[in-house]
Every structure is written in C-alpha cells, then in structure tokens.
C-alpha cells in the first residue's frame, strides 16, 4: 500500500471509546485525516474527546460489531461520507479472566461474537473497496495473548489467537490487491484493561481454582501502573501503517517482546523435542 500524501488519509477504527483505540483517533484527528470511529455509544466517545479536540473530521457511529447488516451500513457510511476508505482497524475487545471451566455458554459466545466474529464483519464489509482500489491497509489490534497463552486467560486467549490465524492467512490473500496487514500485538498497557468495569470475570466460580483467583485480584491491582504507554502505543501503529512495508506482527512493549520469545524458545524445544519420533506416521516413501 503507498499510503496517501496528497489527501487526508480516511481510517476506519472500531471500539474507540477508551483505551488504545480512542488514542488513536484523538492523534488521527490531531495529524488532520478522516476517521469513522465506532463504538457502542457515541455519546461516550464524544464525552472522552472533550472539547479540546477538533472533530471536524470525525464521523462517530454506533456499531453492534456483532450484526453484519449493522458493520457493513456503517463501513458503506464511511466510503460515502470521506469519498473513499484507506485503513482499517479492529481493535475492539475486552478482557475475561477465569479458568476454562468455570466459563458459561454465553460467555463464551459473547467474547468471541464481539473479538472473532466482529473482526470477520468489518472485514467482509471493507474488503471488496479495498481490493477493488487496489490499496489499503488492514490492522488486528491482537495481543501477545494471541501468541502465548496463560492460565486464567483461556477463553481470551482463543478469541486472539483465532484473530492471529485469520489475520495470517488474510494478509496472503490480499497482498496481491495491494492491501497490506498488520497483526498488532500489545503488552500490559496503561488503559483501562483490567479496570473493574472493563474486565470481564465468570458469573459463577469454583473454589478449584485459588491461584486464579489470586492472579485476577493481582491484575485489579495492577491497573494504572502496567507498563505501556498507550500515547506511544497508538503512535508506532500510525507510523507502522504511515511507513509501510513492515513485518506481518508488530509488538508493542518490551514484556510483550518477552512473552512471545519465551514461546518462541519453548515451541523451539517442542520442535526439537519430537523431531526423531515425526516421521513414524508417513506412508513409506518409493
């Protein structure tokens, strides 16, 4: 994607209301570009902007990212309203901290209607003007989450990691067309995360699990002293996607930068671990 110089750059970004996704929008609006927000209020929105920021190029919208009707109005809206569509941003989501069987049904299909599926509707919605343009640039704000897992984060963790697939095998259907991915993968930002009406945690507990109770009291007390910066965060996207031509993942604080190698280094030993044994189950070769 060569990401335009001589016009306003026109993003479209969901869950935008707090977090790392209203600090985006607060710097898009500050460099001058386009950007159709989302959210499910955008009363809330507007109330966190204030009045110190200039909206002038800012077209709010409330989106159940759950209806596919309800994304692709809003994405259609966007086209419409700037003339056109250069980035897209699926950053909306939550946190949900409990072990993987203390997790209901509807939990379960509410974290992934919102993290899986409601990625799977914008992008269907933007796509085809993306492709048909023959530029663009898609961007998954996932987690380092999606990459390694930990005890407690279960059904979080699959949300990410089924983004992380489909963000993967996305950016080798599109590059053809032009259009570029980014899978985004933060650390422990200071946003309101893990604060108590953000994260999410099971209706119902067994006492099975003290150390997860344990963990979930320790990240409450974590919020507002996690490491990253989120300023800092939303800027490396906009440079990330304002430069181009950058890796498929870009991690985003130096605890994420640990987790992923401690996985890398234990995948490494797995690999090794089963290299004599894998060639046990082929047919025989001629």
């Known amino acids: 994607m060569s990401f335009p110089t001589d016009r306003p750059a026109t993003w479209f970004v969901t869950g935008t209301s ?3 996704g209203l600090e985006l929008v607060e710097k898009l609006l500050d460099r001058g570009d386009h950007v159709a927000a989302t959210t499910r209020s955008t009363d809330r929105l507007l109330a966190a902007l204030g009045t110190g920021v200039d909206t002038s190029t800012l077209l709010p919208l409330a989106v159940d ?16 309203h700037f003339g056109g569509l250069d980035v897209v941003v699926n950053n909306a989501g939550y946190g ?3 072990a993987v069987e203390e997790t209901s049904d509807r939990e379960v299909r509410d974290m992934l209607d919102v993290q899986v599926v409601g990625v799977w509707n ?10 048909a343009q023959e530029s663009g640039h898609v961007v998954t704000v996932s987690s380092v989450l999606g990459l390694t897992a930990a005890p ?12 992380e697939g489909l963000s993967e095998a996305l950016a080798a259907e599109v590059a053809p067309f032009g259009v570029e991915v980014t899978i985004v993968e933060p650390g422990y930002f200071r946003t309101g995360f893990l604060a108590e009406d953000s994260l999410a945690l099971p209706a119902t507990t067994t006492e099975a699990y003290p150390s997860i109770r344990e963990m979930t009291a320790d990240h409450q007390a974590l919020q507002g002293s996690q490491l990253g910066d989120p300023a800092k965060g939303a800027e490396a996207i906009i440079d990330r996607v ?7 993942r ?7 930068h640990a987790y992923a190698t401690a996985k890398v280094d234990a995948l490494r030993a797995n690999l090794d671990a089963v290299a004599p044994t ?4 082929d047919f025989p070769t001629a």
């Open 278 to 281: 894998v060639a046990a189950t």
């Open 242 to 248: 304002v430069g181009g031509g950058g890796p498929l």
């Open 250 to 256: 870009q991690l985003l604080g130096s605890d994420a």
């Open 122 to 131: 914008v992008l269907r919605a933007a796509l085809p003007i993306l492709r």
């Open 96 to 98: 949900f901290l409990a």
């Open 152 to 163: 407690g984060w279960g059904l979080y963790c699959a949300g990410k990691f089924a983004v």
């Open 18 to 20: 707090r977090g790392l």
């Open 65 to 80: 990212l759950r209806d596919s009707e309800s994304v692709t109005q809003a994405v259609h809206r966007t086209r419409d």
